[in-house]
């Protein structure tokens, strides 16, 4: 059980070390024989059918229907947006051959699919009775181009939700980007109980082929802003280019107005990075796998007693996920050790002293603290300390981010700022040329996001000087 022996790197001082052991210890990865392609493990996927079910089930009562496309997308398609393939082609990986014949026609590995659907929504879409046209499907997709995956951050292949949706108008539009941005929000924050800030991405960082891009962006405590999501305002360009129209209510041919939108396993990593100590993971309930663990103090004269008394409370708990430890070739010792690597957010612990007492003893994994319980009060006790652990993760979340963000009026004050690992608020011209040499004199900083509901603002940009009037972050990221 190599995966359960204590971290050795503290997050602090080796962010990098401490990610690659908490993963694989706690029994979230495995790696395989191929760079940048990782195994999920069933605690890890738990985590992500938890993620799968609330957005499933909150787009369904949008109207969205799930659908399934190719994995292969012939080049042909994939050139059709001259933008979107310009944006892809470093990333995607080809199929040439079947067997040792040469393919006729290169086949791309799904890097994302909006040509290969959209390619299907131009025969699908005839009048405006044809309209809103809503998809989703789950799958995986391959991105190849970096050289140093880290799994969930910056893996190859990756399992994410992609959105695809059709409509008359743009006001539609519109309305929808941030309506699926809200759920995304929610995800993060009611979720896995991560702050984050919502806002539109820069001109240089909008998606290949994009009107405009929306986010929800936060700062981790390792001092790296990461992307948790993103929902797309296409605008007509995909329709131009597939051919995508209808006929409206007067029988006059129009381009249609499309969306696409993504939650990615990225947000898993996003989850352990924000939360995780010095002994592992630390997992917000509403998306633990296992939220209590009970674990019994075994003597040989009140195993029986010890062990009844677990099943009993087991049974209480039973609307919990919740799990009885009850294997006798480990210590109590090595099971805490090992329940706090894994992250499970209570632990029960109840041996012959606490049963006389009728007691048991209650551990919180986020704060250590402990406290005991009569047995008679376990089931009143629980929920309030499962909200409780939910909100105060939170709450510290939030806290670091504010405490780890500077405003700064000039350049030479962001320098600095990005030297010391903060995120950076600042008023910004957003010029596609202003963030790119911002980039390059700082060792790749760039912008999160543009926050929305801003004030306006009437000042000069932090770097170049000319005309802004509204304030962006930035950082170095993921």
């Not at 402990?370 to 009060?377: A, C, G, H, N, S």
């Not at 405003?407 to 600042?426: G, M």
Request: proline share 4%.
């Amino acid at each position: 059980m190599a995966e359960t022996q204590g971290i050795t790197a503290k997050k602090d001082q080796d962010h990098s070390e401490w990610f690659t052991q908490v993963i694989q210890k706690a029994g979230l990865i495995e790696y395989t024989d191929v760079s940048g392609c990782y195994i999920l493990r069933p605690y890890a996927y738990e985590i992500w059918e938890t993620i799968q079910k609330y957005f499933d089930q909150k787009i369904k009562e949008k109207g969205v229907k799930n659908t399934y496309f190719p994995l292969f997308i012939p080049e042909s398609l994939l050139k059709k947006e001259s933008a979107h393939v310009a944006g892809f082609t470093p990333e995607v990986a080809w199929v040439t051959h079947a067997g040792e014949e040469k393919l006729s026609e290169r086949l791309a590995i799904r890097p994302t699919s909006e040509t290969i659907i959209y390619a299907a929504f131009s025969k699908w879409i005839r009048s405006h009775n044809d309209l809103p046209l809503k998809i989703n499907q789950w799958c995986s997709v391959v991105r190849w181009e970096f050289r140093n995956p880290t799994p969930f951050l910056r893996s190859r292949e990756f399992l994410w939700q992609e959105g695809h949706t059709a409509y008359a108008k743009k006001e539609e539009a519109d309305a929808e980007v941030l309506d699926i941005l809200d759920l995304y929000a929610e995800i993060f924050e009611e979720l896995y109980a991560v702050p984050i800030t919502k806002g539109q991405k820069s001109e240089k960082e909008t998606f290949a082929g994009a009107l405009y891009t929306t986010s929800v962006e936060t700062f981790l405590p390792v001092g790296k802003g990461i992307q948790g999501a993103t929902s797309h305002c296409l605008g007509q360009n995909f329709a131009k280019a597939f051919d995508i129209t209808f006929l409206d209510e007067k029988g006059e041919k129009q381009y249609v107005w499309q969306n696409s939108w993504g939650i990615t396993t990225r947000s898993i990593g996003m989850m352990i990075l924000m939360h995780g100590d010095d002994k592992g993971l630390i997992l917000p309930p509403r998306i633990a796998p296992i939220q209590i663990v009970i674990i019994p103090i075994l003597f040989d004269n009140t195993k029986k007693e010890v062990v009844k008394k677990c099943e009993e409370i087991e049974k209480k708990l039973k609307e919990y996920k919740v799990h009885f430890d009850e294997r006798e070739e480990y210590t109590p010792g090595f099971k805490y050790n090992e329940w706090e690597l894994k992250g499970v957010p209570l632990r029960l612990e109840l041996g012959p002293k606490d049963l006389e007492k009728k007691q048991i003893v209650v551990v919180r994994r986020d704060t250590g603290k402990k406290e005991f319980v009569l047995i008679k009060d376990i089931e009143q006790k629980i929920p309030e300390l499962l909200e409780d652990i939910q909100k105060s993760l939170f709450q510290k979340a939030e806290a670091g981010i504010k405490s780890n963000t500077i405003e700064v009026n000039s350049f030479t004050e962001f320098k600095k700022a990005i030297q010391n690992k903060k995120r950076v608020k600042a008023i910004w011209c957003t010029k596609e040329s202003c963030e790119e040499k911002i980039k390059e004199s700082t060792e790749g900083a760039k912008s999160l996001n543009i926050p929305f509901n801003q004030k306006k603002i009437k000042g000069k940009c932090f770097h170049c000087g000319e005309p802004a009037d509204s304030f962006a972050y930035f950082g170095k990221s993921y």
